[in-house]
């Protein structure tokens, strides 16, 4: 059996910056949401607004 | 197409183009364009088509759809331009999947993540251990390197590139083998996104059934949004819980890994065991934030004039749509297939027949827990 280890040619981010930008980008992404509602339900983005 | 081209990634550290802000308003231009290229063929096709053969067809074609065939194209494009690795740090697939769950949060009613949690869990608890284990002894059985076969089987397992993250992260994975495993995953995700609704209907699921489904089988969240989406809006509520379920554990499979390997694979000495505070902070927090919005939601519907909440959560569902095109743009754009070719059939053939088993596994677990649920 040849060596199964893949080696492929692309060797993308490193694991602990893809680590460490996962764990920030779902705080963003929860802040960003709910901040998003807030502004919806206070009447900051009316309707029609969003195309 | 794109499989023809080669990865820019492939220049060494040195020769890799720099990611500097211009380069990411760039991007954000280029997403934010498809992104609204995908919403404007939505409303124009299905007009332009009226009357004649193709308007059925028309009709049938979505919104997630349009936005993965921009992509697909606009990464060609970007590629043939140099501005494919430039770019990258704007084509943020989960960011924008994640904000789109949360705002899709506001449209649950709370009730409806209490009843159907029960087995959302059941299901995400067999079927993550099931599929895991398949694929660990496939895995094994075809001699793969034991980080990647662990990366491979958390992402088959759990939910796609986050859980292939987490995985690199408990095993101190190369990062050649994340990039690879999260190639992987979305070249598997892109067929099921349109094979799973179509199945679903033909074998006449139900929308409870379907979603529990599509949630339970689809790697990637992102897939399974344009899946559900793509299913119908019960089904799209359904899958999200059940994915958001699966996207919880993933700490614990996290904590399990990283005690595996320490203890056991490289033997460590004086190895610290893995706590708490590791599943905590391996917890994907988005998930707090769709239980919130949907509390606030319900609250807010249950406050104001059915009129004017109905006005109020489509505001919200507005946005929402936008970033899960954002998403399904992003898909397209970050689709590397040049990792693949050089991989070999063994990882791809633990991944094809994890994935499989997951399908069968996945469908008998959502019909035995699900049928006669009502959203």
């Known amino acids: ?51 | 197409m794109v499989a023809t081209t080669p990865d820019v990634e492939t220049a060494p550290p040195a020769e890799r183009p720099a990611r500097t802000w211009p380069w990411l308003v760039l991007g954000l231009f280029i997403v934010l364009l498809l992104g609204s290229a995908a919403r404007w063929l939505e409303d124009v096709v299905p007009a332009a088509a009226k009357g004649t053969s193709l308007e059925k067809f028309a009709a049938a074609v979505e919104y997630p759809i349009y936005a993965i065939a921009l992509g697909l194209i606009g990464n060609v494009i970007v590629y043939w331009a140099g501005l494919r690795e430039r770019i990258a740090d704007a084509v943020r697939t989960e960011f924008f999947i994640k904000t789109g769950l949360v705002l899709l949060g506001a449209s649950i009613n709370l009730n409806l993540i209490a009843k159907a949690a029960g087995p959302a869990i059941l299901q995400a608890l067999l079927l993550i251990t099931s599929v895991f284990l398949i694929a660990w002894w496939l895995g094994g059985l075809l001699g793969l390197d034991e980080k990647l076969r662990a990366l491979l089987s958390a992402a088959v397992s759990i939910c796609g590139v986050s859980a292939a993250i987490a995985a690199a992260g408990a095993v101190r994975a190369k990062r050649e083998q994340l990039a690879y495993a999260a190639s992987l995953v979305i070249v598997f995700a892109l067929p099921s996104i349109f094979l799973l609704p179509w199945l679903a209907d033909l074998l006449g699921l139900s929308p409870a059934v379907a979603g529990a489904w599509i949630g339970g089988n689809i790697d990637t969240t992102a897939a399974v949004t344009a899946a559900g989406a793509l299913a119908g809006e019960q089904t799209l509520q359904i899958a999200t819980i059940v994915k958001a379920t699966q996207n919880a554990l993933i700490g614990v499979v996290a904590v399990a890994l990283t005690a595996y390997f320490a203890f056991r694979v490289e033997k460590t000495e004086g190895a610290e065991r893995p706590g708490l505070r590791q599943l905590w902070d391996r917890f994907p927090k988005f998930v707090l934030g769709f239980i919130a919005a949907s509390a606030i939601g319900t609250w807010w519907v249950g406050t104001v004039s059915a009129a004017e909440a109905k006005s109020t959560i489509g505001v919200v569902n507005d946005l929402r749509t936008w970033f899960l095109i954002l998403a399904f743009v992003s898909i397209g754009l970050q689709l590397r297939l040049g990792a693949l070719r050089e991989a070999g059939w063994r990882p791809v053939a633990v991944f094809g027949g994890a994935a499989l088993a997951n399908l069968a596994i996945g469908l008998g677990l959502a019909v035995l827990l699900f049928t006669g649920f009502t959203v």
């Open chain 1, 1 to 51: 059996m040849s060596d199964p280890t893949p080696r492929p040619t692309s060797p993308g981010p490193s694991v602990p910056r893809a680590l460490r930008a996962a764990l920030t980008e779902d705080w963003l992404a929860t802040a960003v949401g709910l901040l998003l509602l807030a502004a919806v339900l206070t009447g900051v983005i009316p309707t029609g607004l969003v195309p």
